[in-house]
């Protein structure tokens, strides 16, 4: 007997250069149905032009097999797509961070300076506690000792996760301790930040590539970007890495680098942990004998380890590396609105959340960055996305001048924002 060779008119997935096809739902269900109609010629109803009737019982059966397959397909490319880096999503992405030897950083909590003054010799212990304006309790991260001049610098880590502002000069004792009299925070806070979102983690991944070379700027500053704390949390906000490789000094904006030299800036918390892992960190990747610009040297030991992990020197050279704090530079917005009929009575603070989420990068946009030009344009999609009352007219920003459609950053400034220098006005 010979076999009878049976093919379905279900088209199937096609597989070109371009990656994959997948077939139209409804060219699925038209190959149910001549399959259907191959094997029971009269089992499908007609209407009376001709058209097959799917609300029939077995009209239905075709329906649900066809949206099954059309589902399985549509999984199929989802995954497959998930090789992509640029659509990478959640575990997945995950893995793609691993080939590079990174991993999507964990919820973060905004971390400030306090200057507590006092007796000399006061010891501050870890976990004392302090609040700034808006109550957010914040807890010291190790014992603090008092110095001879009466103060001491201590970093005090907020007990909430997430973008918690902590204006400058906002902090206050929230307990007492015979001998420490006051605490106050000079600098804006460092502002944590919730799990990694999908563009984030993708721009450090870019970011991180140089992360293994060494005698480039590039290298360097991925580096830097990787540094993490004993809590986890990164060492560095941001950073920025220029050279100047000629024999006489130049200018770049409003910084002058000395002849064959680097820069380095970092937004930083300024702590002797934190120096040193800076500064480790620039050593392990400069290139040898060029000269280096900033305003903070460091010094620190060759701790390099053999194959055994014993020191390779008995007696450890030193070396004094010399970078830069970024400045806070305070970015304001003005913010003109058209006042709608739908508009919620909440509006003002939702404009303001969403605006401030969009420069920290809570809503996957890029934040901006030390050196970066900010077009007031590119909060206007995160404005829009409120709703249909979210009528703009215009957006203006600033940093402390007038306002205008952009500013621009230096290699050494950071731009900063708080909701409160965000003014949003109604017309209409």
């Known amino acids: ?7 379905t008119n279900v088209p199937t997935i096609v597989w070109n250069d371009d990656g994959i096809v997948l077939p139209e739902e409804d060219e699925i269900v038209n190959g149910f149905i001549q399959d259907i109609l191959n094997i029971f010629p009269t089992a499908l109803v007609q209407d009376s032009n001709g058209k097959f009737l799917l609300s029939t019982p077995l009209g239905q059966l075709i329906t649900s097999w066809s949206a099954i397959i059309s589902d399985r397909n549509r999984l199929l490319a989802y995954y497959l797509n998930q090789v992509d880096p640029n659509y990478a999503l959640g575990r997945m992405q995950d893995g793609i961070g691993r080939i590079y030897f990174i991993e999507r950083r964990p919820e973060t909590y905004t971390e400030v300076i306090g200057v507590c003054s006092g007796a000399t010799g006061v010891v501050i212990p870890k976990g004392t506690s302090v609040i700034d ?8 991260d190790k014992n603090y000792t008092i110095g001879d001049n009466g103060t001491i610098d201590a970093t005090f880590v907020c007990q909430t996760a997430g973008a918690i502002e902590c204006p400058a000069n906002s902090l206050v004792m929230n307990q007492t301790i015979v001998g420490w009299d006051s605490v106050n925070n000079p600098n804006i806070g460092i502002v944590g930040r919730n799990i990694e979102s999908q563009a984030q983690f993708e721009q450090r991944r ?12 590039d290298s360097i500053m991925a ?15 941001d950073a920025y890495v220029t050279e100047n490789s000629l024999g006489e000094a130049t200018t770049n904006g409003n910084v002058t680098l000395k002849p064959h030299s680097i820069f380095v800036c970092v937004a930083a918390l300024d702590s002797f942990d934190n120096q040193q892992a800076i500064a480790k960190s620039i050593w392990r990747k400069k290139p040898p004998g060029c000269a280096m610009n900033g305003d903070v040297t460091v010094e620190i030991s060759d701790d390099t380890k053999d194959d055994d992990g014993q020191p390779l020197y008995s007696t450890p050279p030193t070396y004094q590396m010399t970078y830069q704090y970024a400045v806070d530079v ?6 003109v609105m058209t006042r709608s009929q739908d508009q919620p009575k909440n ?10 989420n969009a420069f920290i990068g809570e809503d996957g946009s890029i934040r ?6 900010i077009l007031s344009s590119d909060f206007l999609r995160s404005v829009l996305a409120l709703g249909n009352w979210a009528r703009v007219t215009s957006i203006q920003i600033a940093r402390g001048g007038n306002f205008d459609n952009k500013v621009s950053m230096g290699i050494n400034e950071m731009p900063n924002l708080t909701k409160d220098h965000i003014k949003v006005t109604f017309n209409g």
Do not use: H, W
């Open 1 to 7: 007997m010979s076999s009878i060779e049976l093919k």
């Open 133 to 140: 304006g808006s109550r957010n309790k914040y807890l010291a």
């Open 206 to 217: 870019r970011q991180s590539v140089a992360g293994n070379s060494v005698n480039s700027v």
């Open 223 to 237: 580096d830097l970007l990787k540094l993490t704390d004993a809590n986890g949390s990164p060492i560095c906000q």
């Open 330 to 335: 305070s970015i304001y917005f003005n913010i």
């Open 347 to 356: 509006a003002e603070a939702l404009i303001k959340d969403a605006v401030y």
């Open 368 to 373: 901006p960055r030390i050196g970066s030009e």
